[in-house]
């Protein structure tokens, strides 16, 4: 028997999962075409939500957002990241750790 790991699965294991959820407060929303994962967190005054995409290239486009209610401010945005750098990324956009 084989399982399939979707994309979304690669994302948020590369963001570091279970850890990471429970060091950030983070609640993830899965894309329905697979390409990319919503990530709500709290704890950081720069941004609340993130947007991870994945690119033809295998990097990723990641946004960061402040959501209060209905109103979303738009943050900064980077192109070109390499899994390897999600979490460092995250740490120093929001200032949270996301291991200990």
């Known amino acids: 028997m084989t ?3 979707s994309v979304t699965d690669t994302i948020i294991e590369q963001l570091g999962g279970a850890r990471f959820a429970a ?3 983070a609640t993830f929303v899965v894309s329905e075409t697979d ?4 990530v709500k967190f709290k704890g950081s005054a720069k941004a609340n939500w993130m947007q991870v995409k994945l690119e033809a290239d295998d990097t990723y486009t ?3 957002m402040t959501a209060r209610g209905l109103n979303i401010k738009g943050g900064a945005t980077y ?3 390499y899994s390897s750098d999600l979490q460092r990324l995250f740490t120093n956009v929001t200032g949270l750790y996301t291991r200990l």
Request: glycine letters at 6%.
């Open 62 to 64: 990641v946004t960061f």
């Open 23 to 25: 060091m950030t407060g």
């Open 35 to 38: 390409q990319y994962v919503n």
């Open 3 to 5: 399982t399939t790991h």
């Open 79 to 81: 192109d070109m990241v």
